[in-house]
């Protein structure tokens, strides 16, 4: 069966989605935070989940009671900010190093310690050669191949052309890692850039976003969600920082990798402002139950996926 690292590592476009839905999400309820934000698990992935597996309620209450009593390490039967926020780091390194090894298993026949680029090709586009049958085929397959390449190198830190385990990892999760974050922005460029020029115009970045979020475009006669119009002004506010309407790299990158931006934190800040309710600094396990269907679909359960394996945790 034919594979591609799809099956594995984050597309471009869901990539996207974590940037826009977590930036409406979180920079329009707090006005005093303009740089949009960014996570590295994404919300469009999230609404995977919730359309697909949010259907036995109980289950769900039954599982994150389960996760409240791992999370709260002192047994006070209150989470804090730094309990939740150790609990979400533990829960995106767990999850990246066990999607890592399922596709190391994949690849790796035997017990070896180091993966090489031949191994990888073989396995993810050894069947290609038979099923290119034109020139659009042959473009997209050259530019999975060439962003694979550049993930490759960025993450064979010893550059012996080789991936160790750790490694491998980066190369799924090139945004878990500072020196992977050139290879990050390349991606996205390259994705949502549709006359080659390597700039991002306002009207690429509205139409990716609205593909990333399945909206039909103005033709199709059906309104555009409020949220559109606070995207644009978003473009020209915050990212396009020296107002030539466009995105250049530098903007690109501050956009969805800010240095110095952390992720987990304000995945934190998101979810105690929301579940808090009475605003203590604390959660209870009776605020996040009321609010149970809103936490299973955060980064603390990597947005649901971890509802089928949370006993590994």
Known sequence: MMMHTCFMKPSCTLFLAVCLTVQLAYVHTVPHSPIPGRNEMSVGGSLEWNKQNITDIARI???VDWLITKIDLNGDQNISF????????HV????AKREAMLGWKLIKKANDTV?????YLSSFYGLYNDTVTNEQHAEELWKLLRQDSRRWHAADLDMDNRLQFSEFINFLHPELQTHMRDTVI?????AIDKNGDMLISEWEYMDELLRAH????THSGIPEPMWVKRQQEQFHEYLDS????????????????????????TETEYLFLHLDSDQNGLLTAEEIMEQVT???????TNFGKIMDYYDEL
């Open 186 to 190: 390349e991606d996205l460029i390259e």
């Open 61 to 63: 209450k039954s599982i």
């Open 214 to 217: 399945r909206v039909p475009g």
């Open 242 to 265: 020296n107002k030539d309407n466009f995105l250049n790299r530098g903007e690109v990158g501050e956009w969805i990798l800010p240095k110095g931006y952390d992720g987990v934190n």
């Open 294 to 300: 809103f936490f299973a679909n955060s980064m603390a």
């Open 92 to 95: 995106v390194v767990t999850s």
């Open 82 to 89: 730094g309990e939740l926020k150790n609990w979400i780091y």
């Open 115 to 119: 993966m090489e680029w031949e191994e």
